[in-house]
């Protein structure tokens, strides 16, 4: 399984946009790149995913490099109800959707 | 539209019994289907998937099993449950092979004790 890396929290102001970066070294040409998160006692929610292009949903923004070996999914303007865990996530070929630690984000009022 | 239920929401069994953790899918069809588990503090770990009917991939040798007797039906099941199966079991479901997003059901909070 192609595996990603994040780091494992990071804080951010409310009403601040927010940076959440993802690396994917070892991306095939056919991974799509997924964004979950994961509020405390909920399921993952999903985020946005793209292939090459940046994507933008109501969400949030998906920048991808143009090597495709890293992301960063964007919140424009981060409210309380952002503090989450975001996930990155390689999906292709393969049936399986393999979370790694994700990233702890808290919001600071 | 197509939602997911997976129930109960909460269960306490003691050491020993079994477990049955049933997921249903409405409004798609032959959807991939996946469960989870989050221990307390850890992140989810892919126990099971499933890309049809009787057609189940084990992901970690465990003390669990899964069944998909019906196309929208999953089932989690163990016949004798352990301390260490404690935890928050979620069901997902996708259309396409990791092509389009998942959706996931508010999961189930087993205790074992």
């Known amino acids: 399984d192609a595996k990603t890396t994040q780091p494992n929290s990071m804080e951010s102001n409310e009403e601040e946009p927010v940076h959440l970066p993802c690396n994917h070294s070892?991306?095939?040409?056919?991974?799509?790149i997924h964004w979950y998160r994961q509020l405390p006692s909920q399921g993952p929610e999903y985020v946005i995913h793209g292939l090459t292009s940046n994507v933008n949903n109501r969400m949030a923004s998906l920048a991808i490099a143009e090597d495709r070996k890293s992301s960063t999914l964007i919140l424009h303007r981060a409210t309380l109800r952002d503090a989450a865990v975001y996930y990155c996530i390689l999906s292709g070929r393969d049936d399986k959707i393999i979370f790694g630690k994700g990233t702890r984000l808290h919001i600071l009022p | 539209s197509q939602t997911i239920h997976q129930w109960p929401a909460t269960l306490v069994q003691p050491v020993g019994s079994p477990l049955s953790l049933e997921c249903t899918v409405e409004?798609?069809?032959?959807?991939?289907l996946y469960w989870y588990r989050q221990a307390a503090g850890r992140g989810l770990q892919l126990l099971f998937y499933?890309?049809?009917?009787?057609?189940i991939s084990s992901e970690v040798p465990q003390n669990l099993s899964a069944s998909r007797p019906q196309d929208r039906q999953f089932i989690l099941s163990s016949k004798k449950l352990l301390l260490s199966d404690s935890g928050f079991y979620l069901c997902a479901w996708s259309k396409t092979r990791g092509l389009s997003e998942a959706f996931f059901g508010q999961g189930t909070r087993l205790t074992v004790v």
């Open positions: 409004g798609t069809s032959n959807p991939n």
């Open positions: 499933s890309v049809g009917i009787g057609q």
């Open positions: 070892t991306i095939s040409g056919t991974d799509y």
